[in-house]
Every structure is written in C-alpha cells, then in structure tokens.
C-alpha cells in the first residue's frame, strides 16, 4: 500500500515538474537586441522603447526588447551590417546607409522636400512608404518604420551661417552619404563623412569648421561646446530607419510578425510627438551653455539645392514617390 502511494506520488511529481519545465521554455522571453548610436533620453530611444513594453505585452511575454545605446555595439555602419548578418536583430540607423544598398531611398532625403514636421509625420504614418521598406529583405534586414531625426541645419566653430556666402570652404560633417556631400557641394561647403563618436575632437582639432543636425542631437552630445554658432538653414529632414533583421523575422510566427510590424508603425507617432516636445528644452539647453541660435532665409539655399534635386531624381519609381511625398504637402 505504502508502496503504491509512494509510486502515485513520485508519478504525480514528474508530471508536476515536467508540466512546469515545459512552461518556463515556453514562456521564456526571446531578447531581441537593439543598437541605437545616441543616449537613452533621445527620443528615439524611448519610442523604440515604448515599442519594446507593448511587444511584450502584447506577444504574453514571448519577446523582451534590450536596446544599447551610445554606439555600444558599434557606429550605425557596424550595427546595420550586424542586423543583416543576423547577430543582433534590430537596429536604428541613418536613411543614407540604407541608402547605400537601395538608391531609391535617396528620395527620402531630398533637401526641401518637406514642408515641415507635420509633412514628414503624414509620409512616414502613412502606407505610402511600405512598398519600398519591403524591398530591403533581399539584403538580409527589413525597414519596420522611419523615425523623424529633425530639420538638420549648420552649426560652427567660428562664426554664424547668416547666408549662403558663409558657407565658402567650410568642412562640414556629414553621414556617410554621396547624397549629403552632394548637398553640401551645391551650398558651397565641403561635406566630409564621419561617424558621429569623432565629430566633438574633429571640429575641436579644427579639423572640422563644423557640422550639421538637429537641435537635440546638438544638444545631447555637447557640440555647442566645440561649434556654438546653430543657424537654422533646416537644409534636409532625413529619416531614420528602424531596421530588423530577415533572419529574426522568419523565425518569428505570422501572428507575432504581424503584432511586431504594426507596433513599429504605430511608434512612429509616438516618436514625432516626444520630438515635438523636446525641441525647445534642447534649444533652451544649449543656449544656457553658450550656444547661439540665428535664423536663416532658406531661399537662397533652397535655390541652390533645386538643381541637385532634379538630377538625384533618376528613374520613373523615384519619379513617383517624390510626386506622392509632395501631395501629401
């Protein structure tokens, strides 16, 4: 009888733990890493983490999203090509990288081709743009979505940008991009590609007269503090890519896929409005550490980017997106 219950019970036992192992491996979280190249208050960084909360939420806790911020693996450069080797599975990175791959993205950092930030966020929410961050899969990475990255306007060492005459013969840092060196041609300067991390020292060594962004990018990396002149010539509004890698999709179930591409989407307006709202305290920030902001007539320097325009536009499917981009203006 003893002997009987105590078979019951050791039976009872190894179901009980069985039933237990099986639930702990299917509940695991699967991590899903993340670089980001700037600080963990950008907002980028907290929209893709908002994002992350609502994955796993709403997949019951099968997918946790760690995002490393500040380059810690690695310049955008590095970090896309670490999506695309499956390495790590997602990544947020400049457009003109992707740009790189796929020339039609170009398109999307056409100077002046927004007529402001609610232009840009009525392109990027709309399903205008989902054909061609498609079309990436055959290099190994997929475009969930794009995030605003700003108005990028100049700021130096030396002296404002009060007109296009200032611009002679100045080195500006650019992304790595034919299109932005381009651009920096038709205004008059010299654009020079550089990872972000070296630009401080560069334009400290005078090896830069300076460079071009946002104002919160400006702000968050201290540049006010090597090149205090901001002058606001809002020359180009590039998106942001949040890429994933093809290899993590596919192992992902279609529901989970679905869940995961509509979340993205979503985040993209909860990225414009945390943007909208730290603008100011950026510009407020830095001119309480000795930055100083001037506003520019754009004409003359939308004048001077036209033709460039014109001539990146180069086949009937970049055509067509720039005529849906603007309609939507």
């Known amino acids: 009888m ?10 009872l036992a190894t179901v009980i733990g069985t039933a237990l192992g099986f639930t702990s491996i299917t509940f695991a979280a699967t991590e ?9 208050k950008h907002p980028q960084y907290l929209a893709l983490q908002d994002f992350g909360n609502k994955l796993t939420e709403q997949t019951e806790g099968r997918y946790k999203l760690a995002i490393y911020p500040n380059e810690l693996l690695g310049d955008q450069r590095a970090a896309l090509e670490l999506v695309q080797s499956g390495a790590i599975q997602m990544a947020i990175v400049a ?10 993205f170009g398109v999307l950092a056409l100077p002046y081709i927004y007529n402001g930030p609610s232009h840009q966020e009525a392109v990027f929410t709309s399903d205008l743009l989902d054909e061609l961050f498609e079309s990436t899969k055959r290099f190994g990475f997929e475009v969930l979505t794009a995030y605003t990255a700003g108005a990028r306007s100049m700021y130096t060492k030396q002296a404002p940008v009060d007109n296009i005459s200032d611009m002679k013969g100045k080195k500006v840092r650019v992304m790595q991009s034919d299109t932005m060196i381009n651009m920096l041609s038709c205004m ?12 401080y020292s560069a334009i400290q060594q005078g090896v830069l007269d300076g460079a071009e962004n946002n104002e919160i990018t400006y702000a968050d990396l ?72 001037t506003d520019v007539d754009v004409t003359p320097f939308q004048k001077s980017c036209q033709p460039l325009q014109e001539k990146l536009i180069t086949n009937p499917q970049q055509q067509a ?3 849906s981009i603007r309609a939507l203006g």
């Open 95 to 104: 457009n003109p990288l992707v740009e790189n791959y796929d020339k039609n």
């Open 32 to 40: 899903i890493k993340a670089a980001f190249n700037q600080s963990d």
């Open 321 to 323: 997106m720039f005529q």
């Open 188 to 199: 008059g300067g010299t654009g020079v590609p550089m990872s972000q991390g070296e630009v």
């Open 222 to 293: 201290k540049h006010y503090e090597v090149a205090p002149y901001y002058s606001t010539t809002s020359h180009v509004m590039v998106a942001d890519l949040v890429v994933v890698s093809d290899d993590f999709m596919n192992s992902m179930s279609k529901e989970d896929r679905e869940t995961l591409r509509t979340l993205a989407k979503g985040s993209t307006k909860t990225e414009f409005n945390i943007w909208n709202q730290r603008i100011e305290e950026a510009k407020k920030f830095a001119i309480s550490n000795g930055a100083t902001f």
């Open 2 to 11: 003893f002997t009987k219950k105590l078979i019951k019970t050791v039976t």
